[in-house]
């Protein structure tokens, strides 16, 4: 169990309209080269510290994009956890972090191709963020929330696991509506197709990316991907880069969301910009094609910074 909770700002009056983000709060060190990497020396490089994860990301650009109440539980080390605090308050987000009495916070090694393609490989170091576990959830804090999401990390380690099936029953007994992102095509196939379908069952929006739509269905075509995920979850929103997206329901395509332009530098985070846009404008209202073209968006203003934080608050 963790040493303590952190609050960058003590909880408001319930009222409708919050949006509570679950997942992880890692330390990014980005590497932006132009390839090919040289094996067995050196490579030139860019190199930048960022505060990064996924659930940290969709909260921050949550509230970037217009989201006025945005909370985040995650879990993280005592090396960093003031530094993520002071970084998600000057986002707009509320965190509740719990500090780990064993585990570093997670690190993530992004390496970006500085090329035309703007491509990233990670190296992942999980530390903290997948140790959140059920003791880390109080119903409280749904307590005037109107969507819940989830990050998919937590589907990959059993602490987490646990922690998001409390959280998702918490939800479902109060008519919270919650979203999943399944947030990396290489950990799903550790985890497997058909375990990842169980543990999301009762998820209301699924946001995968192409290729995760398409392991997720053995299918080649992300449009009947998405369609044949969205019998199994109502709402079905695959990402697919300068695609655009594809909104699917109940085992039919709505929309065909074309991508905004942009001028790419850096494509990490871009999904989680994306996600985070959609779930802003769900909360304040918007239907799921409107919803999908601000994801648009914030996807491409994110792939034109470095980093995977939207522009500080001014």
Same mark, same amino acid.
């Given at each position: 169990?963790?040493?303590?909770?952190?609050?960058?700002?003590?909880?408001?009056?319930?009222?409708?309209?919050a949006?509570?983000?679950?997942?992880?709060?890692v330390?990014?060190?980005?590497a932006?080269?132009?390839?090919p +990497? %040289?094996?067995?020396?050196?490579t030139?490089?860019?190199?930048?510290?960022?505060p990064?994860?996924?659930?940290?990301?969709?909260?921050?650009?949550?509230?970037?994009?217009? @989201?006025?109440?945005?909370?985040?539980l995650?879990?993280?080390?005592?090396d960093?956890?003031?530094?993520?605090?002071?970084?998600?308050?000057?986002?707009?987000?509320?965190?509740?972090?719990?500090?780990?009495?064993?585990?570093?916070?997670?690190?993530v090694? @992004?390496?970006?191709?500085?090329g035309?393609?703007?491509?990233?490989?990670? +190296?992942?170091?999980?530390?903290?963020?997948?140790?959140?576990?059920?003791?880390?959830?109080?119903?409280?804090?749904?307590?005037?929330?109107?969507?819940?999401?989830?990050?998919?990390?937590?589907?990959?380690?059993?602490?987490?696991?646990?922690?998001?099936?409390?959280?998702l029953?918490?939800?479902?007994a109060?008519?919270?509506?919650?979203?999943?992102?399944?947030?990396?095509?290489?950990?799903l196939?550790a985890?497997?197709?058909?375990?990842?379908l /169980?543990?999301?069952?009762?998820?209301?929006?699924?946001?995968?990316?192409?290729?995760?739509?398409?392991?997720?269905?053995? $299918? =080649?075509? =992300?449009?009947?991907? /998405?369609?044949?995920?969205?019998?199994?979850?109502?709402?079905?929103v695959?990402?697919a880069?300068?695609?655009? %997206?594809?909104?699917?329901?109940?085992?039919?395509? $709505?929309?065909?969301?074309?991508?905004?332009?942009?001028r790419?530098?850096?494509?990490?985070?871009?999904?989680?910009?994306?996600?985070?846009?959609?779930? /802003?404008?769900?909360? %304040?209202?918007?239907?799921?094609?409107?919803?999908?073209?601000?994801? @648009?968006?914030?996807g491409?203003?994110?792939?034109?910074r470095?980093?995977?934080?939207?522009?500080?608050?001014?």
């Open positions: 169990m963790g040493q303590g909770v952190t609050a960058g700002r003590e909880a408001g009056p319930d009222g409708g309209g949006l509570l983000v679950v997942g992880d709060v330390t990014d060190v980005v932006r080269y132009r390839g +990497l %040289a094996a067995g020396t050196d030139a490089a860019v190199i930048r510290t960022l990064g994860g996924a659930g940290a990301n969709v909260a921050s650009w949550a509230a970037h994009t217009g @989201c006025a109440d945005v909370r985040l995650g879990r993280v080390g005592a960093a956890v003031r530094w993520h605090e002071r970084e998600l308050v000057a986002a707009g987000v509320r965190p509740r972090l719990v500090v780990d009495p064993e585990a570093a916070t997670g690190t090694i @992004c390496l970006v191709d500085n035309a393609s703007a491509e990233r490989t990670f +190296l992942t170091d999980s530390g903290a963020s997948l140790r959140l576990e059920p003791a880390d959830w109080s119903d409280a804090l749904l307590d005037g929330v109107a969507r819940l999401h989830l990050s998919g990390y937590l589907l990959f380690s059993e602490p987490s696991r646990a922690l998001m099936a409390v959280a029953a918490a939800a479902r109060r008519g919270v509506p919650v979203s999943l992102d399944p947030a990396s095509a290489g950990f196939v985890l497997g197709v058909d375990r990842f /169980a543990l999301v069952e009762g998820v209301d929006v699924l946001l995968p990316s192409r290729d995760e739509a398409c392991l997720l269905t053995g $299918l =080649p075509d =992300p449009a009947d991907a /998405a369609a044949k995920l969205s019998r199994q979850v109502p709402l079905v695959a990402k880069g300068a695609d655009g %997206a594809l909104v699917a329901r109940s085992g039919h395509i $709505l929309a065909r969301i074309p991508a905004a332009p942009a790419l530098r850096d494509t990490t985070g871009a999904g989680d910009a994306f996600t985070g846009a959609f779930l /802003a404008a769900l909360v %304040a209202g918007a239907d799921a094609r409107e919803a999908t073209a601000r994801g @648009c968006r914030a491409a203003r994110a792939v034109e470095v980093g995977a934080r939207p522009p500080a608050r001014e």
